[in-house]
């Protein structure tokens, strides 16, 4: 650009500046939001494929090959053994195993013998001697009328009357096309030539020669390259902002938020969350220890004093039940319940509070 505009004369240079400064105000008001708009649709786009498409495509992809296709091959293999079986299988046994023997053996011992004797003892003989001789002598009688009834009086009028005939037709018609020809092109061709040839042809040559192809080359040379060399200039320099612009805004978003929230995790939120998860640790023990201590004696006790109720209900059931409908005399079961104070049962040996494997974690 610059070059040119250095060989370009004052005038040329002039005219190449003001039309440079407009355009370089629309291409950076217009093509540059434009061209940042295209990058961020490219780079939504390549991100889409990636983290989407891209995946979505090969799972449905493997689905149809682990899933659809056995399921569609096994289902055209059922199809075509169906088909076989009521279509082909029974018409080609029935032609295989019927049919076809049957066919060749009447060929072999009916069809074939009769036909050559008919042949042999029947047709050759009437054609030698019956249709043959007969028909060339009906052929000799057509002949000989054909040719003295026609060929010879339709040769004779051929050469003596039509061929004359059509000699004088087509001279007469040689000269009415050339008369007509002739005409046709004193009014429709000569004419026409000569305006083309002496008016419009010179004409337009002159005008295409001094005056439309300097235009084109001028308009070409000093307007049309000059702004789309600038509209391409302009293009890969908004390219280059926008490009700019979006690293800036990936390092304001790591310095402003990644980093940030880096730090905020490793040095705020994982400490707080370990101490937490101690403190959790530590207060599990602490009621795991109180309810083996405090809670877990309770609920023994009350599982005592449920059972010693149970039992005292049975006997006192069997003891209605005995004084109303009678029953054979027995001896008093002696009651099996603890005492609240105690941890031994009436006539048993000391049972233990807790079991065996809640003392060894104690």
Known sequence: MELEEARAPGGEGCLVGVVRIPVKIVAVLIVL?????????VAFARMLNRTV?????QGLRRLYELLLLPVLRGTGWLIGVLFKLVFYWPW???????????GQAAYAYLLRPTGLGLWRYLLVPVWEYGLLPAGRGIAWLLAG??????????????????TPVGHGLRWLGRGFVAGVAWVGKAVFVWPWVALWRYVVRPVAGGAWRYL????????WAYLVV???????????LAGRVSRALGRGLVRLWRWAVVRPAGWLRRHVVTPVGNVLRAGWAAGRRGVRAVHRQAIAPVGRAAAEVWRTTRLSVREARADVRRALFGGPPREPARSRARTLGSNRAAGDTPAP?????KQQQG
Do not use: N, T
Not at 33 to 41: K, N
Not at 96 to 101: E, F, S
């Open 33 to 41: 939001p434009l061209r940042m708009v295209w990058d961020l649709l």
């Open 226 to 236: 000059p702004v789309w060399q600038v509209l391409v200039s302009a293009w890969h």
């Open 212 to 219: 439309l192809a300097p235009v084109g080359r001028g308009v």
């Open 353 to 357: 509070e807790i079991s065996l494997h």
């Open 53 to 57: 498409l891209g995946p979505l495509g």
């Open 92 to 102: 080609a046994g029935l032609w295989r195993y019927v049919v076809l023997p049957v």
């Open 145 to 162: 009328a054909v040719r003295y009834l026609f060929v010879l009086p339709g040769g004779a009028l051929y050469r003596y009357v039509l």
